[in-house]
């Protein structure tokens, strides 16, 4: 799915986008995969379901991504404004960033994401979201990354 997106647009963006919720996505299906796993595991040792724990939630797409997916297999046009973000927004989640939120901007092109947001990327890819540069969470790498 995300590989048929990218291949149906040449715009960086959505590439990135596309990228982006992949990783996310994987992410979360790994997770849930493991929680079944070891639930399977516990009722075979125990043979009592009261062991298992509340699987998470199933992993799913984002309805941004959603939305751009349908129009862009679709070959309907996307406005730059749907892809670009403002400063405000956090360039991963598209949330606005309040001021008290902890943020983390890139060196090169300067794209502010909440340190929450870049934390998780950052965790999978080591590379700043939108430009691809180099970049370390400064919290977990706090020598590395100076
Ligand atoms: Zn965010
Ligand atoms: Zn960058």
Redesign the pocket.
Known sequence: MVERMKSSSNLVEIHQIADYEYYQFEAKLLKYVKEVELNIQRIKETCDVSTVTPLPDIPEFSNRFMNLYWRIINNQPITSSEIEVSDFECFICTEEMASDQKTLQ??????VTHHECASKWLKINR???????K?LDPEEFPNLSQ
Do not use: A, D, I
């Open positions: 890139c060196e090169k092109c300067k794209k590379s700043c979201p939108n430009c691809r540069e970049m």
